[in-house]
């Protein structure tokens, strides 16, 4: 069997056990003789699995009985217009913290539907490499929400201190950090995150939101994307993707076996300091733009002296077994997404081509 080493940004490498625990039980689904796909989403024998995946989650990030816990359809794009739509009534206005092209993305969405203020924005010379310090946020204390990105995926920017928002209900887009170590979840008001870089395949975003913000939330949208609908109907409002749902339980109890979320974070800051290190090391080659206070354990982006170098490196790295370092199209370079199911070892020989490769062309 010959798995590359993949650095997708998303859709992104899932862990072996839970693709080959799939594998086993695709033609039939614990001798129901078929397969979890072709089972009745309202059905007994799926409905287990809806609700280990839910029970897991809850579980591993302690998620306390003042939160829903959401399986969505739209990707985090389509949260970008559903948070305002509920959030944001007619009248007030909500705060967005601009740390790259993803909270652009939300913020521009968001302006659609209602009334926003940027409360920080750290763009400079058209790219982000940095986080705001809290005082340099401009909060409106009677905003409807304020909005970050967790972690930016294209410029490698990410949050390790959350912001202070006051009694401002926080919403974060976790969607490329999500489960990537615990956290205290009850310093949000919302989190989406769409399950395709840390716990799943692409179809699926986990909304995890205050029961009391969806009890106030607005009844003038329609109904399909009221967060209410879906949580009167534990996310069965209508047919979920079934497929990627039972995934994700599979990436839940793969976490549960690898010791939890303690672990996964520990493999992830290993992995990490591996790759930024070298890049440290090698400054003189390879050039990390990103601030190191905000330097991301997910999403590590780096610089070649020369484009004809950056491509020499994905080529020679793709004939050396390694996938998907391009940078995002907008930005260009190297891009090493590092989700949680890359594996420290996968990291060593990312970081022993990396030193290979500097010598030769350095
Ligand atoms: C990938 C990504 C998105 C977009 O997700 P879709 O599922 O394609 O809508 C939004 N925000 C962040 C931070 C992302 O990494």
């Known amino acids: 069997m010959a798995r590359v080493l993949n650095f997708n940004p998303g859709p992104a490498a899932l862990p072996l056990s839970a693709l080959e625990r799939a594998q086993n039980e695709l033609i ?10 072709e089972h009745s989403h309202r059905g007994k024998d799926f409905e287990a699995v809806h609700n280990a ?38 009248g007030r206005s909500a705060d967005y913290i601009l740390t790259g092209a993803w909270g652009k993305k939300a913020y521009d969405e968001a302006k659609n539907v209602g009334t926003v203020r940027v409360a920080a924005t750290v763009e400079e010379n058209k790219t982000y490499v940095r986080v705001p310090a809290q005082s340099e946020l401009k909060l409106d204390p009677e905003a409807a929400y304020v909005h970050l990105t967790s972690n930016e995926t294209i410029h490698g920017v990410q949050f390790h201190n959350y912001p202070d928002t006051g009694k401002v209900p926080l919403v974060a887009d976790m969607s490329s950090d999500f489960m990537w170590r615990k956290f205290d979840v009850s310093r949000f008001g919302l989190i989406y995150a769409g399950a395709q870089k840390n ?16 009890d106030g939330a607005r009844k003038d949208i329609p109904k399909i994307f009221r967060y209410g609908t879906h949580a009167e109907n534990n996310s069965l409002y209508n047919t979920p993707p079934t497929f990627g749902i039972y995934l994700i339980r599979n990436v839940m109890d793969w976490i549960k076996q690898s010791g939890g979320l303690g ?7 290993e992995k990490a300091a591996l790759v930024y290190a070298c890049l440290d090391e090698l400054s003189g080659f390879y050039r990390a733009p990103v601030k190191a206070p905000a330097r991301s354990v997910m999403n590590i982006v780096f610089r070649l002296p ?18 998907g370092l391009k940078g995002h199209r907008s930005v260009g370079g190297i891009r ?27």
């Open 53 to 90: 995946a839910i029970a897991s989650m809850r579980e591993l990030l302690g998620i306390s009985d003042d939160y829903h816990v959401l399986f969505l359809q739209g990707g985090a794009s389509q949260q970008f217009a559903v948070v305002p739509m509920n959030l944001l009534p007619q």
């Open 336 to 362: 090493v997404s590092s989700y949680n199911a890359m594996t420290v070892d996968g990291i060593r020989q990312l970081v022993s081509f990396m030193k290979d490769f500097a010598k030769t062309n350095g």
């Open 263 to 269: 672990q996964i974070e520990a493999w992830n800051r």
């Open 306 to 323: 020369t484009e004809e170098l950056e491509a020499k490196f994905i080529a020679d790295a793709k004939k050396a077994g390694m996938v």
């Open 28 to 37: 039939d689904f614990q001798g129901t003789g078929m397969s979890v796909m």
């Open 199 to 214: 716990i799943g395949p692409s179809g699926i975003t986990v909304v995890i939101v205050r029961k009391d913000l969806v």
